[in-house]
């Protein structure tokens, strides 16, 4: 077996590769759906879907991988174009060793219009759960737990409380993070919440993020590219960049056990300038600007993945040095939208989970539908088409490069 370090893992991009129907017969085997373009870091690897799975992305919206489990279980919250303005979000559950995509039935409460980013999945030995959370912003501290469970046929609703409550804004979720039992949703302007969805009554836990003072100026919907919440060496690692646009500063903490405790351990701080002026950064010839944060390495946590024009850098903290570097090529997000942690995934795909488990959703030839599902498409779409006529079309921008 090998050591942790050892441990085989791979970036997987957050948006898929949406290819014609035609072209996907060509890619993937036959009797598959889905494919997976496998790559050792620092390159990606992408997933590829037919267009009968999920639309492309597009000024509006994008089908989203929010999961990816080491039994090869793909989490895809995929889009169908409604009109010019719209697009209906569903989800689909994708199985990379089979390469084959099963639906999963909606449940009966309104779908984002976006990559939904509150849906999360938790596997315990041979049965899993998809689960998204809604908190209310209404003061109220309630929120609702949608639970679809391997083998059932329909969504489970649990209430729970949440505090401290959102009042007059949304929980913004950047992600959801499978970790020690439990899913940890995170919100990087409040906080994490967390909880064990498989409890009978699951108990909410908040964790506030580490305070920053100095915090760098950035656009709501890119907050991914100075802060994130990511899993390295078994623990929960929070990395923010901070400080000023001319002495910026990378920091990273960790959770301490126990979780309850709401307590983070400041770990490392390293300035920019000590890794700009490292000799292997001056041989990549990249510009001293401040990079957006990708990822950590899974099982290092001195490793740290950056973004910076259209490159991926690797830089052990510790060592304050660069130690890869290579281009990085995936599926652009909508051209409002920086490449960021938000849309890459530190995938621990282990083989050794596989035995003799398959969901038994990809063994039924038809999928359950709830009876109530076309009764609610039929409001929703309604309710998209009389919103559509208010909305002026968005003209077409062409995706930047990763910003510097």
């Known amino acids: 077996m090998p050591s942790p370090a050892q441990e085989r893992w791979t970036i997987l991009a957050g948006i898929p590769k949406v290819v014609g129907d035609e072209e996907a017969v060509g890619i993937s ?189 950035v656009n709501p919907a890119n907050r991914g590219v100075y802060s994130c919440l990511k899993v390295s060496g078994g623990r929960l690692r929070y990395l923010q960049t901070h400080g000023t646009s001319d002495e910026p500063v990378v920091t990273m903490w960790a959770l301490t056990d126990p979780p309850c405790a709401a307590e983070w351990n400041h770990e490392r701080s390293v300035p920019f300038s000590e890794i700009w002026t490292d000799p292997n950064y001056l041989d990549t010839k990249l510009p001293w600007s401040i990079p957006s944060l990708a990822l950590l390495h899974p099982t290092d946590p001195d490793k740290v993945y950056f973004f910076l024009s259209s490159y991926i850098i690797a830089v052990d903290l510790r060592l304050k040095k660069v130690v890869e570097c290579n281009g990085f090529v995936m599926p652009d997000p909508p051209s409002h939208l920086k490449v960021s942690s938000h849309f890459v995934h530190a995938w621990k795909y282990d083989p050794s989970y596989r035995r003799g488990f398959l969901p038994k959703c990809f063994k039924e030839k038809k999928v359950y539908q709830d009876p109530k599902y076309k009764k609610y498409m039929k409001n929703y779409i309604k309710r998209l088409t009389a919103a559509q006529i208010r909305v002026t079309p968005a003209t077409p921008v062409t995706t930047p490069a990763i910003p510097q």
């Open 29 to 217: 085997p036959l009797g598959t759906t889905i494919a997976i373009d496998y790559n050792d870091p620092p390159c990606a690897s992408v997933l590829t879907v037919p267009r009968r799975v999920s639309s492309a992305p597009t000024t509006i919206s994008y089908p989203y991988i929010t999961a990816a489990d080491p039994s090869g279980l793909i989490l895809l919250a995929a889009t169908q174009p409604h009109s010019n303005f719209s697009s209906v979000v569903s989800y689909r559950l994708c199985d990379a060793p089979t390469g084959k995509s099963v639906g999963i039935p909606r449940h009966n409460r309104p779908m984002g219009m976006h990559g939904t980013s509150n849906a999360g999945l938790i596997r315990r030995e041979r049965d899993f759960m998809v689960v998204e959370l809604r908190p209310t912003h209404d003061g109220s501290g309630r929120a609702t737990l949608l639970c679809f469970r391997a083998g059932k046929r329909e969504w489970t609703v649990k209430e729970l409380a949440y505090s401290p409550p959102l009042l007059h804004r949304r929980f913004f979720g950047e992600g959801v993070v499978s970790h020690a039992g439990m899913l940890w949703w995170v919100d990087l302007s409040y906080g994490i919440l967390a909880c064990n969805p498989f409890a009978d009554e699951p108990e909410m836990l908040y964790v506030p993020l580490p305070k920053v003072v100095d915090k760098l100026p």
